[in-house]
């Protein structure tokens, strides 16, 4: 009898902390604010959300399946650690299993647009849990996707990362000069063709490689079918 009472004490107590835990969260939540990336501002700005300025991160499962399965297993966990650093006063929000935030993909419709839809939807549906006590921010840099988004939900903000940065943290110099660099490789990237037109700048490198988007390593090449075969031994 003893015993089943001792661990009955233990299941309470465990049940008492996480009830605390979850009512200091969402206090946090109402005293941060509250910032929601997509899919590929979680993927090509990491780096920036890891500033532990920026705080009351809402990773939508959507956003969080899409840098475990398109970002890499390196991207995915930093996203992880962000959201178990308890300053970061972050979370993971499963909006795919919930209810009235869950979007389902049209037909034809591309993976980008209902990823975008879905955080979207997710973000409003957090606003309204929240009893709109404070406005939230939806962070891509799809201009098509603001401009149809930003006026449909009042104090659900649709914005890219240059006009967060530039609204909400003036002062953050070292960010500012971050996006700048990470956007600068970004758009390179996009523009660069097939053919080989060089290095890229080293710091430029640096930032990519600590976001994810290149990989360090080795290039081992099949010499006796190098047109075809070859592999990359990762570094780290």
């Given at each position: 009898?003893?015993?089943?009472?001792?661990l009955?004490?233990?299941?309470?107590?465990?049940?008492l902390?996480?009830?605390?835990?979850?009512q200091v969260?969402?206090?946090q939540?109402?005293?941060?604010?509250?910032i929601v990336?997509?899919?590929?501002?979680?993927?090509?700005?990491?780096?920036i959300?890891e500033?532990?300025?920026?705080?009351g991160?809402?990773?939508m499962?959507t956003?969080?399946n899409?840098?475990?399965?398109?970002?890499?297993?390196?991207?995915?966990?930093?996203?992880?650690?962000?959201?178990k650093?308890?300053r970061?006063?972050?979370i993971?929000?499963?909006?795919?299993?919930q209810?009235?935030?869950?979007?389902?993909?049209?037909?034809?419709?591309?993976?980008?647009?209902?990823?975008?839809?879905s955080?979207?939807?997710?973000?409003?549906?957090f606003?309204?849990?929240?009893?709109?006590?404070?406005?939230?921010?939806?962070?891509t840099?799809?201009?098509?996707f603001?401009?149809?988004?930003?006026?449909?939900?009042?104090?659900?903000?649709v914005?890219?990362m240059?006009?967060?940065?530039?609204t909400f943290?003036?002062?953050?110099?070292?960010a500012?000069e971050?996006?700048?660099?990470?956007?600068?490789?970004?758009?390179?990237?996009?523009h660069?063709?097939k053919?080989?037109?060089?290095y890229?700048?080293v710091?430029?490198?640096?930032?990519?490689?600590k976001?994810?988007?290149?990989?360090?390593?080795?290039?081992m090449?099949?010499?006796?079918?190098?047109q075809?075969?070859?592999?990359?031994?990762?570094?780290?």
């Open positions: 009898m003893s015993g089943k009472m001792c009955a004490t233990v299941h309470f107590v465990s049940l902390v996480t009830i605390q835990n979850a969260f969402s206090q939540m109402l005293l941060v604010r509250t990336p997509d899919s590929t501002v979680a993927k090509d700005y990491m780096e959300l500033f532990p300025e920026i705080q991160i809402i990773f499962h956003v969080a899409s840098v475990q399965h398109e970002g890499g297993r390196r991207l995915y966990s930093r996203l992880r650690n962000m959201v650093d308890i970061k006063a972050s993971i929000f499963h909006n795919e299993f209810k009235y935030a869950y979007t389902a993909r049209n037909p034809g419709e591309s993976l980008h647009s209902w990823q975008s839809r955080t979207y939807n997710g973000a409003a549906w606003f309204n849990h929240l009893a709109g006590q404070k406005p939230i921010v939806m962070i840099d799809n201009q098509e603001i401009e149809e988004y930003s006026n449909k939900t009042l104090n659900v903000f914005l890219t240059q006009a967060y940065l530039t943290w003036p002062d953050l110099k070292a500012h971050l996006y700048e660099s990470l956007a600068a490789s970004l758009q390179d990237t996009k660069r063709g053919d080989y037109l060089g890229l700048p710091d430029m490198l640096e930032d990519g490689i976001s994810g988007r290149f990989i360090q390593g080795c290039i090449v099949n010499k006796y079918n190098a075809q075969e070859a592999f990359i031994s990762r570094e780290g």
